[in-house]
């Protein structure tokens, strides 16, 4: 088996070789910390390979599943043509305003529809009215619990072909530590597992960020 050691140093190697944030979303970031504590968007690298991927692919129905502050989104948005659109779930009125306000910003507001409430009954709602097969991506990075819920959903709206990316499967490192238990670890671990061995799609495991599953619908 080749494989690396990311030590600190390579690390920011990686990193300031993969970033194109431009002034706007360094100020997202800034602006997410100082109103909300947190630090939970996608790193500028994560960022930069969906850059990389969408212009490729140039996805018309996307769906994002924890839109947090917007900062995710907005990268996306800013890829995708005028006529591509983002299904935006998030369950925080608080944060999600900031995101609507950066996305006016942006100029991506018209590209983006926010569905307030808990993803999993939107999702359902999504598949009852009648949008099965019509997504071409899907961005999951909320609950970890509900990965499997969501993922499971996410594939019946997905079109063949499509891509489902899934956020923090590698969790800091700690699902590959036996010793480390908890809801979310485990609830990791279970997709993980699970997604290696599906006979419906292609997933690979990358170490990208906290590491993402990027899944292909067969
Ligand atoms: C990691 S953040 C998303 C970060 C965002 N993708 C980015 O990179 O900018 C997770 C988000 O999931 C949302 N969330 C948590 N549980 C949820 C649920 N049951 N339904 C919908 N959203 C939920 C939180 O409110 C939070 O904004």
Redesign the pocket.
């Known amino acids: 088996m080749k494989y690396l050691n990311f030590d600190d140093q390579l690390n920011k190697y990686i990193s300031k070789h993969n970033d194109q944030d431009d002034e706007l979303l360094k100020e997202l970031r800034e602006v997410t910390y100082q109103k909300t504590g947190r630090k ?3 790193s500028p690298d994560q960022a930069q390979f969906f850059r990389t991927l969408l212009a490729c692919l140039q996805p018309r129905k996307i769906l ?10 907005t990268v996306m948005a800013r890829v995708i043509p005028d006529s591509a659109r983002i299904v935006a ?4 009125e608080e ?1 999600t305003a900031i995101a609507k306000e950066y996305w006016l910003t942006a100029g991506v507001d018209h590209k983006v529809s926010l569905k307030l ?4 009954l939107t999702l359902s709602e999504l598949i009852e009215k009648g949008n099965k097969s019509t997504f071409d991506m899907a ?1 999951i ?3 970890k619990i ?1 990965y499997d819920d969501y993922f499971e959903k996410a594939i019946k709206l997905l079109k063949p072909k499509g891509i489902i990316i899934i ?1 923090n499967v590698l969790w800091k490192g700690t699902v590959a530590k036996p010793e480390r238990v908890d809801e979310d670890i485990t609830a990791l671990r279970h997709l993980n597992d699970k997604l290696a061995k599906d006979e419906r799609v292609y997933s690979t495991l990358l170490p990208i960020g906290d590491g993402m599953l990027m899944i292909t619908k067969l």
Do not use: H, P, R
């Open positions: 939970m968007m996608i994002e599943v924890g839109v947090f502050t917007g900062y995710s989104s779930c998030d369950i925080s944060w409430g808990n993803a999993n961005f990075d909320a609950d509900s956020d």
